[in-house]
């Protein structure tokens, strides 16, 4: 009886010592950039001991959840993600990631999160959308609003409109005064 014990409390303290702890959130980030831009999230790492951080993507516009798809590097993708590499966390630790791009598109892809000498780990998703850049845009403003224009259309149409307008509400007053 002893002997079944002491194999009992074995087995029971190396399954303890090698139980590895470690958690990530949130489930997943998003990205809305312009392209050249950057946009930075916090992920909380919950761990003890030094983490491993790492990164895969789909391919463009692969909007998917099967890991086994998530096979690119960031560079490959003209993708940048910026965070540090490998971190020490005693107990919790918030760590800054950072997205760009400069090709337009949709990207799906997953933030690793492993602990030194391990091949096990836990990941969240990080959903990336890079518009189409808007720097011919011009900014017109009048008594302190702005409206924002896109360059290729008319900006000769709002003074039309306006002119109209200040022409029926003349009209209007005229009338007006002429009843008194």
Known sequence: MK???????????IGIKN?????VYPQQINFLVHEGEFSCENVTILSYGNIVLNDKWAKKNLNTKDILLHIFPKASLNLYLDYPKEIFVFDKEKVEVCFSGNSPGV?????LA???NSNEGVGIWINATILKSNKNNNLLSSTGMSILEDS????????????????ILLILLFFIFKRK
């Open 3 to 13: 002997k079944i014990l002491f194999i009992f409390c074995l087995i029971f303290f």
């Open 107 to 111: 990207y799906h892809g997953v933030f």
């Open 19 to 23: 139980i590895s702890g470690i958690a």
């Open 152 to 167: 290729s259309s008319n900006p000769s149409f709002l003074l039309f409109f306006s002119g109209i307008l200040l022409t």
């Open 114 to 116: 492993r602990e030194e």
